[in-house]
């Protein structure tokens, strides 16, 4: 995987421009509608929290495989698959029981909540695209700003504590899951971690527009050029699932980078003169 190294990095640069806001900044509003700096910092908690909560899980349930191969040395390859998951599983866990006494008493509401909604998931489930995890998000604005505003209000005596403590939990998690792609549990359900932590990136990249916005007059937050790549091209590739016209294609690919991502993630509205189809399916969060 590229993602978990892209998002580990993307987090450390963001990290340093959160470390420099002020108590005057962060209790200003920000350019999301009824957030707060601070409302957006305690979302970018969540952002790790989420990627802490990550387990695997088995790519298929047994008696399916078991049919598909036909018993025998499907067995074997079941037993040693469930062994090698298990194995992993026990890796996150004890990765997660290492962290220190102050981290763990620390542990935000919200993780404890995404965990809780990660194992509720029914094994079995077919693994959910990038497209399939963001069209979730028109339906959980109201639950994000409330998971964001309860972690802003329960750390605001060290918001900055909080965020290191998710993102140390989180780089645990990733450590543990290993550099091979594999299937992981989340909130919606069953999906590849590389897939999952492009949604990730994204939320890392997008909100440090929005900490632009808010803070016009404060140093821009950084944006790394990998991080921005990945954020591009996962945008387009799920532009691709969701029009396929390739004039649609055409004219998103006919914009700035800069400007795609923007209309894309709902930060732009679409200018008069932008073809009207490429309009119709923008914003794609």
């Known amino acids: ?4 190294l892209i998002f580990t990095a993307h987090s450390a640069a963001l990290r340093v421009c959160a470390g420099s806001l002020t108590a005057d900044e962060m209790s200003a509003p920000s350019a999301l509608d009824g957030w707060t700096v601070a409302d957006l910092v305690g979302h970018l908690v969540a952002v790790h929290d989420a990627v802490a909560a990550l387990r695997p899980v088995e790519s298929a349930p047994a008696a399916d495989r078991r049919e598909a191969a036909g018993g025998g040395a499907a067995d074997s390859a079941e037993s040693a698959g469930r062994e090698a998951a298990g194995a992993t599983a026990a890796a996150v866990e004890a990765t997660a029981g290492t962290a220190a006494g102050g981290e763990a008493a620390a542990a935000s509401t919200a993780g404890d909540r995404m965990a809780a909604e990660r194992d509720q998931n029914a094994d079995g489930a077919p693994a ?23 972690i802003s209000r329960d750390t605001a005596a060290d918001p900055l504590g909080a965020w290191d403590n998710a993102a140390a939990q989180a780089k645990r998690t990733l450590g543990a899951l290993g550099a091979a792609d594999r299937l992981v549990s989340t909130r919606r359900g069953p999906m590849m971690a590389s897939a999952f932590l492009d949604t990730r990136v994204i939320e890392l990249v997008v909100h440090a527009g929005d900490l632009r916005r808010s803070l016009p007059q404060h140093p821009a937050p950084p944006v790394l050029p990998s991080a921005q790549q990945r954020v591009l091209a996962t945008l387009r590739e799920v532009l691709t699932a969701r029009a ?8 998103a690919s006919a914009l700035s980078p800069e400007q795609f991502v923007d209309l894309a993630t709902g930060r732009a509205r679409p200018e008069p003169d932008l073809q009207a189809e490429l309009a119709a399916v923008l914003p794609l969060l």
């Open 1 to 4: 995987m590229q993602s978990d």
């Open 128 to 150: 959910l695209t990038v497209n399939e995890y963001l069209q979730g998000y028109a339906g959980s604005k109201q639950r994000v700003a409330d998971m964001a505003r309860t």
């Open 244 to 251: 396929r016209q390739p004039a649609v294609l055409a004219a």
